[in-house]
Nanobody
Framework: QVQLVESGGDLVQAGGSARLSCIVS????????MGWYRQAPGKQRELVAN???????NYADSVKGRFTISRDNAKNMVYLQMNNLKPEDTAVYYC???????????????WGRGTQVTVSS
């Protein structure tokens, strides 16, 4: 079974920084694109950033220049460095991974349970 577990959520003042981490555990053949999504109260879940297995990042316009996504393939981890945080960044942040369980299996999406980031003004 594949599990994704996030950590690093916190209460941060506006202008501050936080770093989220996500580790993928279990038995699997390969991990492909990994990403971070967020969901604020009353809003739909949205993509924050994702990164390919080769390390190519993609960012939502709202976080470009402030957030940096990275991954460590040897550790099966993905990170999100968040700088210059704004109150509108307040949300539950979810880790997502595209994982192939065994050779020849289809790639499936897996989600973590989320970690709360609250930015106070």
């Amino acid at each position: 079974q594949v599990q994704l577990v996030e950590s690093g959520g916190d209460l941060v003042q506006a202008g501050g920084s936080a770093r989220l981490s996500c580790i993928v555990s279990g038995r699997f053949f390969g991990i492909y694109t990994m990403g971070w999504y967020r969901q604020a109260p009353g809003k739909q879940r949205e993509l924050v950033a994702n990164i390919s297995s080769g390390g190519s990042p993609n960012y939502a316009d709202s976080v470009k220049g402030r957030f940096t996504i990275s991954r460590d393939n040897a550790k099966n981890m993905v990170y999100l460095q968040m700088n210059n945080l704004k109150p509108e960044d307040t949300a539950v942040y979810y880790c997502n991974g595209a994982v192939r369980r065994w050779a020849g299996a289809p790639v499936s999406n897996y989600w973590g349970r989320g970690t709360q980031v609250t930015v106070s003004s």
